[in-house]
């Protein structure tokens, strides 16, 4: 055989190959059940990503048990490229690059849909249901609390999953379209739509377990740098999220602090008043917290809400805690007003802590990494 022929052949089966990357995910779900794992499914295939998820619910495999499952599948592990690593195919999980036959593949094993996802994914079926005249108990609870007839439902569209994190802000828009879980269309007008037309109900679903409910990228807040002295550390920097952040009370510079004590390992407390123990000893320069500007923070916690949909809390049992957000008073209203601001800056832990205490309810704050860093990236509000 000849070079030129023998060239060509070699390239196409490596395009065979290339073309059996559902099969070699099916190896892979295959061998799971060999392994003693949940039940794995296939959510991606192509030469250039097979990506594996349980079926069920969620599960955080090891590296150990992704090796043994491919092993299982045949497959050789040629490396494994950790996550946001140059070569790696997400930013979550380690990708691991293996190959089957002339060509290789990479290869993610994700968590997969999480209990509020799969929540979600329960009520949308339920409420797809209402057209063959099934009404669940869960579904029928939800639209008696919400003052809807199952038999005005026309059809419905489970929407989650596909919007991105909105940021905090310092205005209250109308976001019921963007962030709704579960829109249904109505035969007929009724007062339970948030659409002109009075024919469509945008829902945000919250399930029993669900806590936080806004969160946004706070990359450039702070930063790493070195102090006087040349030493590592981490140095307050400029986000449009600080405007927030400030009106907690928050002092940066306390909490740059906190943050390269994380850094160089040697955790310790930061208060913004020291404790002096006698006259004798020396009084070091206290750094306060910010003045609080409370209304300021309700209007970003409701901001978070947004308007234009139905705020709906599934409390268990057949309860659910609902609210129809159509003005940003209704979102001032469900956000309370404010008592109490509590600040736990980092040092022994990794992060900034706001406790927020309202007339309705708590609300945390947390200024941290999103995964196992130190200079914090991102910021949550949770439901406390």
Not at 40 to 52: F, P, Q
Not at 55 to 71: D, K, P, Q, R
Not at 192 to 216: E, H, M, Q, R, W
Not at 246 to 260: D, P
């Amino acid at each position: 055989m000849s070079e030129l022929l023998k060239e060509y052949v070699e390239s196409i089966l490596i395009e065979i190959a290339a073309l059996s990357a559902q099969d070699v995910g099916d190896s892979i779900v295959a061998a799971g059940t060999k392994v003693r794992l949940p039940p794995l499914e296939v959510k991606k295939a192509s030469n250039n990503e097979i990506r594996i998820a349980p079926s069920g619910e969620s599960y955080a495999f090891t590296e150990e048990e992704i090796a043994s499952v491919l092993i299982k599948a045949g497959l050789k592990i040629v490396k494994v490229i950790p996550k946001k690593a140059p070569g790696s195919v997400s930013d979550t999980f380690s990708t691991f690059i293996v190959k089957k036959g002339a060509a290789t593949y990479p290869v993610v094993f994700t968590k997969g849909r999480n209990k509020g996802q799969q929540f979600e994914d329960q009520l949308s079926q339920e409420a797809q249901d209402l057209k063959t005249g099934v009404v669940s108990p869960t579904i029928a609870s939800l639209l008696d609390a919400i003052g809807i007839n199952p038999k005005n439902i026309q059809d419905s569209e489970q929407t989650g999953g596909k919007n991105n994190a909105r940021p905090l802000l310092s205005t209250i828009p109308n976001v019921g379209s963007i962030i709704s879980d579960l829109t249904l269309i109505l035969k007929r007008e009724d007062k339970s739509a948030n659409t002109k037309d009075g024919k469509i109900v945008y829902i945000s679903l919250k399930d029993p377990g669900g806590s936080t409910f806004a969160n946004t990228g706070y990359t450039g807040g702070f930063k790493l740098g070195k102090d006087r002295n040349g030493e590592p550390a981490v140095l307050p920097g400029s986000h449009p999220t600080d405007d927030f952040l400030l009106a907690l009370g928050v002092n940066k510079r306390l909490a740059a602090k906190g943050f390269t004590n994380v850094l160089r390992e040697s955790p310790a407390p930061v208060a913004p008043t020291p404790k002096r123990y006698s006259k004798k000893d020396p009084v070091v320069e206290a750094e306060p917290e910010g003045q609080q500007d409370y209304e300021k923070v309700q209007t970003y916690l409701a901001s978070a809400y947004g308007i234009g949909y139905w705020y709906a809390r599934d409390m268990g049992g057949g309860n659910w805690h609902v609210k129809k957000i159509a003005t940003k008073k209704d979102a001032l209203d469900l956000v309370g007003d404010i008592k109490r601001i509590d600040i736990s800056y980092p040092g022994v832990t990794k992060q900034i802590t706001c406790s927020i205490l309202t007339t309705k309810g708590r609300y945390i704050v947390e200024v941290r990494h999103a995964h196992s860093g130190v200079v914090p990236n991102q910021v949550n509000v949770k439901v406390g």
